[in-house]
């Protein structure tokens, strides 16, 4: 009985000894501030930027000319018949809805231009954060910016993978 007792303390001490082996290092980064750090994220958001100066200059422009023809329709109305005035009213109108349309295809075309040019900048962080995890032997990296996990302590990635991506 004795035996039985030594042997299973043995086979406890064993078990218990691998499983603190077969923990899993773990490790933490701000992906948010890690890809906006990237000179490629610099690079896009300038690209992006001139893309939207360009489409506000083109509505502004078009809001301008509207505008001007609606107060040249308002100064001329009273000079004009009533079938005139209304096809000029149609006219404004379209002009608007146009307008509308304008805003909305502009804002639509920077979405896709932005998911477009983002995802090979998230494939590269993502590859350099596993790159650096396996050099040191890391074997899960929790993603510090998403505001559910809270991360108080471990081993922070950003400085490692900044330096992999040669980031100042």
Same mark, same amino acid.
């Given at each position: 009985?004795?035996?039985?007792?030594?042997?299973?303390?043995? /086979?406890?001490?064993?078990?218990?000894?691998?499983?603190?082996? =077969?923990?899993?290092?773990? =490790?933490?980064?701000?992906?948010?501030?890690?890809?906006? /750090?990237?000179?490629?994220?610099?690079?896009?958001?300038?690209?992006?930027?001139?893309?939207?100066?360009?489409?506000?200059?083109?509505?502004?422009?078009?809001?301008?000319? $509207?505008?001007?023809?609606?107060?040249?329709? #308002?100064?001329?109305?009273?000079?004009?018949?009533?079938?005139? !005035?209304?096809?000029?009213? $149609?006219?404004?109108?379209?002009?608007?809805?146009?307008?509308?349309?304008?805003?909305?295809?502009?804002?639509?075309?920077?979405?896709?231009? !932005?998911?477009?040019?983002?995802?090979?900048?998230?494939?590269?962080?993502?590859?350099?954060?596993?790159?650096?995890?396996?050099? #040191?032997?890391?074997?899960?990296?929790?993603?510090?910016?998403?505001?559910?996990?809270?991360?108080?302590?471990?081993?922070?990635? $950003? =400085?490692?993978?900044?330096?992999?991506?040669?980031?100042?």
């Amino acid at each position: 009985m004795r035996n039985l007792k030594t042997l299973l303390l043995v /086979a406890v001490l064993t078990l218990g000894f691998n499983t603190i082996q =077969a923990q899993s290092k773990l =490790a933490h980064i701000n992906m948010q501030e890690l890809i906006e /750090a990237m000179p490629q994220t610099k690079t896009m958001n300038v690209e992006l930027t001139k893309l939207g100066k360009t489409y506000s200059d083109d509505i502004t422009a078009a809001d301008a000319a $509207l505008k001007a023809k609606y107060e040249k329709y #308002q100064v001329e109305g009273a000079s004009q018949t009533p079938e005139e !005035n209304e096809r000029r009213q $149609l006219e404004i109108q379209q002009g608007q809805k146009k307008l509308q349309y304008s805003q909305q295809v502009a804002q639509k075309d920077l979405s896709d231009q !932005n998911s477009k040019k983002i995802e090979p900048i998230i494939e590269i962080a993502n590859n350099a954060v596993k790159a650096v995890a396996k050099v #040191q032997g890391i074997d899960y990296v929790i993603d510090s910016s998403i505001p559910t996990f809270v991360v108080t302590e471990g081993i922070d990635l $950003l =400085a490692d993978v900044k330096a992999y991506l040669k980031i100042q």
